[in-house]
């Protein structure tokens, strides 16, 4: 008899019981017939044999499993060869106990208790069949063997599914974990990735630039037969190409949403792909090209922004607008949620997530950004960041 379920050392221990008590339970029918000078000893050892046989064949075979057909004909066998040996020996009503736990064990609940009652009929009726004296503990003992075997199996496998939904739910929780700190090393990494970028564009490709200016002016006034020309040209030649090579360094350090196009690309996938609501992007103005930390810091703010109104405004419509201007650059999220009171939230969350994040990164790049919302009137985030001046990005 084989289990489609886990092999634990509960299982196993029970398995074991079974087949000691059902052996045990032959091998005193057996003794019984040889002992005791009954009737027809010959016949109840062939049929205790038989049946010793048929359970150990089932056993065996690895067919024979929980709900399948070929637990049904080994059922149907071993249930035939103890009616066998409930013929010639009385002691093999005593069978019936181990016998109970395979019909629960291997049918189909519906079928099961059915056969159930029908072996404990089985039983009763070798009572008659022998000329055993008829009490009451006649018909209960059977019955309430049943009963008790009944109770056994329904509260193991009430035991056994709670078992196994703890089992996935502490699966879950293991592969949420894995799943959080794996999101977070890559949060992690893109904010390290973004950090430096700014630091780079912040100061040394700012240096840079300063510096290819100043030798620019100096080429300027210096004559043309000056012998200090030549070398402010090769230090200006070299300011300009490392200057290159460090704005090579922040576009391999841009986020991964800005790799493969511009900002105004990935504001619009971003919006293609949000949950919930329906998300309208559009471009105001004429694009002109912003440096990586800018463009991080409107992209970023955009992601957080429409967080926010998909988690928490219950909105149906929202837009994203980007709006190019003579001196700034802005980006408005727009939606007709269900709002909020800015004066009661903004200066309480301290968590640094959300409003307070999206205030800094404006903050950090000279910018601006408002919050315009009421309950039950939506909500407006404004972001305004000054336009760098031309040459010193």
Known sequence: MNSARPHTPVAALLRLCLHT????????????????????????????????????????????RPQTSAAAVWLAALGASWLALLVFSPEALWAAFPLYFLLLHLLPMRWALPAVLVTAGAAIASFLLHGQQVTPGTFIGPLLGA???????????????????????????VATRAE???????????AERERLAREIHDTLAQGLSSIQLLLRAAERVLP????AREHVEQARRAA?????????FVRALTPPDLEHGSLSGALERLCAAAPGPAVQFGVSGTPVELPTPYEVALLRIAQSALANTV???????????????????????VDDGRGFDPADRWPKD????????MRSRAQSLGGTLSVESAPGQGTAVAITLPLPVAGAR
């Open 21 to 64: 008590l059902l052996g045990g339970l032959l091998a005193l029918a057996a003794v019984r017939a040889v002992s005791d000078g009954a009737p027809h000893p010959a016949a109840v050892l062939a049929a205790v044999v038989l049946m010793a046989a048929v359970y150990a064949a089932g056993v065996a075979v690895p067919a024979v």
């Open 240 to 248: 300009q190409d490392n200057l290159a090579e460090a704005r090579r």
């Open 350 to 357: 301290t968590s640094g997530f959300g409003l307070p994040a």
């Open 224 to 227: 043309a037969d000056d012998p």
């Open 311 to 333: 988690q928490h405004a219950a909105a149906d419509r929202a837009e994203i607008t980007l709006s190019f201007m003579d001196t700034s650059v802005a980006l408005d999220v």
């Open 180 to 190: 959080l700190a794996d999101a977070e090393r890559t949060a992690g990494t893109l």
């Open 147 to 173: 009963a008790v075997a009944v109770a056994t199996v329904l509260g193991y496998d009430a035991l056994y599914r709670e078992s196994e939904r703890r089992r996935e739910l502490i699966d879950e929780l």
